[in-house]
């Protein structure tokens, strides 16, 4: 079965700083894809950004890049700059096979400071 | 182009009872699917619906219940709420034409539903 870990359930950063917020994930499919959303105390995720298991390169979206690494299962995001408004939950999900279900992380909590 | 909408934003209701949620996609979205956001589950999956039908189903009781209309709206459904079915409800939508498109999945801002 599919699985996405989160291990860091909070993380700091002080604001320009980059942040990097870990994800590593679990399937037997040959063919899948990653995604990273930001969910702000209103409650609405925010797509951030996708990473196809079958990509080449990274993706980046603006500040957002994701570190993938496919032999060690992980798929980090790296968030370049922290502004303060980047505070709220992140979590990594991953789209199983022939199907528009998505399986989520337990998400991390990041807090950016002055 | 407007986003996913979902109605209401907000809903009390007491055990026993029955709510219907309602999610528009963004236009031109065929594919809408449903999660439960819980502290305690965290995000779960559903349900979705492609075309009208029901593509996929989460591991939820009889009691969650979705359908599709053919302009892509949705619904869900809860009958016989418990306490445990207090929760953000977020509905998702893309273009999926086909099962296994990698297309993004764009949420609305989730009804938040209380059960007393």
């Known amino acids: 079965a599919q699985k996405i870990t989160q291990t860091q359930p909070g993380m700091f950063v002080q604001e320009k700083e980059a942040v990097t917020l870990d994800c590593t994930y679990d399937t037997s499919d040959p063919s899948y894809g990653l995604f990273w959303y930001k969910q702000p105390s209103s409650g609405e995720m925010i797509f951030l950004i996708y990473?196809?298991?079958?990509?080449?390169q990274n993706a980046t979206e603006g500040r957002y890049s994701l570190n993938f690494q496919k032999a060690r299962k992980s798929a980090n995001l790296v968030i370049s700059a922290s502004q303060l408004g980047d505070s709220a939950m992140y979590f990594c999900?991953?789209?199983?096979?022939?199907?528009?279900?998505?399986?989520f992380g337990t998400g991390t909590r990041l807090q950016v400071f002055p | 182009k407007a986003g996913v909408t979902q109605t209401p934003r907000y809903l009390i209701k007491t055990r026993g009872q029955q709510v219907t949620l309602s999610c528009s996609p963004i236009?031109?979205?065929?594919?809408v699917s449903w999660y439960q956001q819980t502290p305690g589950q965290g995000l779960q999956f559903l349900f979705e619906y492609f075309s009208e039908t029901q593509r996929n189903k989460g591991n939820f009781p009889g009691r969650f219940s979705g359908r599709q209309f053919s302009n892509s709206r949705s619904e869900m459904n809860v009958s016989t709420l418990e306490l445990g079915d207090s929760a953000l409800y977020l509905c998702a939508s893309s273009l999926a034409a086909l099962a296994g498109d990698t297309d993004t999945q764009y949420f609305g801002p989730g009804t938040r539903l209380t059960v007393l």
């Open positions: 236009s031109g979205h065929r594919s």
């Open positions: 990473q196809g298991s079958y990509d080449q």
């Open positions: 999900a991953m789209r199983e096979l022939y199907t528009d279900k998505l399986i």
